[in-house]
C-alpha cells in the first residue's frame, strides 16, 4: 500500500512563499508520476503542477506558472512545490497525488492521494 503525507502548509501574508512536501512511502517513489492538486471550499479539486517520475518533465496550472515550483528527490522519497507570490485566491487545500503509467495527469484521476495541507493566504 502508498502512503502519501503533505506537510508545509500554513498561514501565509500575501506575496509570501511556503514549501510544501509530499514523503511517499510503501513502493518505490520513482516509478510514480506525481501531481499537486488543491481545493477550496464550494469549488472542484484542481491540478496545480506535476512531475514525471525521472523529473525530468514537470508540467503547471496557468495560473501558477512563474509563481510556483514543482520538483522532486527520488532517494528522499519526497516531492515539494515551491510557492513564491502567494495570492489569496491561492487559498486551499493541497494535496499530492501519484499514479503508474500514462505520464502525469491534469485531472484527477491518480491511484493514490495524501490527506491534504490547508494553505491559506491572507490580503
Known amino acids: 500500500q502508498v502512503q502519501l503525507v503533505e506537510s508545509g502548509g500554513g498561514l501565509v501574508q500575501a506575496g509570501g512563499s511556503l514549501r510544501l512536501s509530499c514523503a511517499v512511502s510503501g513502493r518505490t517513489f520513482s516509478r510514480y508520476h506525481m501531481g499537486w492538486f488543491r481545493q477550496a471550499p464550494g469549488k472542484e479539486r484542481e491540478f496545480v503542477a506535476g512531475?514525471?517520475?525521472?523529473?525530468?518533465?514537470?508540467y503547471y496550472a496557468d495560473f501558477v506558472k512563474g509563481r510556483f515550483t514543482c520538483s522532486r528527490d527520488n532517494p528522499k522519497n519526497t516531492m515539494y512545490l515551491q510557492m513564491n507570490s502567494l495570492k489569496p485566491e491561492d487559498t486551499a487545500v493541497y494535496y499530492c497525488?501519484?499514479?503508474?503509467?500514462?505520464?502525469?495527469?491534469?485531472?484527477?484521476?491518480?491511484?493514490?492521494w495524501g490527506q491534504g495541507t490547508q494553505v491559506t493566504v491572507s490580503s
Open positions: 497525488a501519484a499514479r503508474e503509467g500514462n505520464g502525469v495527469a491534469y485531472v484527477p484521476v491518480y491511484d493514490y
Open positions: 512531475i514525471s517520475w525521472s523529473g525530468d518533465s514537470t
